[in-house]
């Protein structure tokens, strides 16, 4: 059960130590939970990404990330940004984490005039994106052993 008392702060990651909480959370989420591969779950978007924690007190509880495409997704226009690797630790699943996490990814695409953000879904988190105004594009996929949906959201 989540300790609701605990307010959650949404921060931008800082510093390499920041990081790695948010590669902690992600281990426990995707690799542990979920059997990603870490060849898979870990990529060179990890350097250059802005990266986003959610913190209960001095606990990491969540995480996503936010990069530019090079180059807009088919039929769209100007700069596009790409969120992903989302996760949130059990404990602080249904608590609202997810859609902070989101809103904060979000309000820096704005802030860097990216025009929409574009994202690859779990089946299973597909109902969560349109409760945020992402629209669904595409054929189902596999990516890392699940099935995806392409998921897009204009600024």
């Known amino acids: ?20 909480q948010a590669l902690a959370i992600r281990e426990v989420v995707f690799i542990e939970e979920q059997s ?4 898979l ?7 250059t990404a802005f990266h986003v924690l959610a913190m209960k ?8 990330r936010l990069w530019v495409l090079p180059a807009a997704p088919a039929g769209e226009h100007g700069p596009w ?20 996490l989101l809103e904060a990814l979000e309000a820096e695409a704005k802030r860097r005039g990216l025009r929409g ?16 105004g992402y629209e669904a594009h595409g054929a189902v996929f596999e990516e890392a ?8 959201k204009l600024l």
Do not use: C, W
């Not at 990603?36 to 060849?39: D, Q």
């Not at 969120?83 to 997810?98: F, I, K």
């Not at 052993?145 to 897009?152: A, R, S, T, Y």
């Open 57 to 64: 007190g001095k606990h990491a509880v969540g995480t996503g």
């Open 117 to 132: 953000i574009l994202l690859h879904a779990q089946l299973s988190a597909m109902e969560f994106y349109k409760r945020h």
């Open 36 to 39: 990603v591969p870490e060849s």
């Open 41 to 47: 779950e870990r990529d060179a978007e990890d350097a």
């Open 81 to 100: 940004g790409r969120v992903g690797r989302m996760a949130v630790l059990s404990s602080d699943r249904q608590s609202g984490v997810g859609g902070r």
């Open 145 to 152: 052993g699940m099935p995806h949906l392409e998921m897009k």
């Open 1 to 20: 059960m989540s300790d609701t008392a605990t307010p959650i702060v949404i921060v931008p990651v800082q510093n390499e130590g920041e990081l790695f």
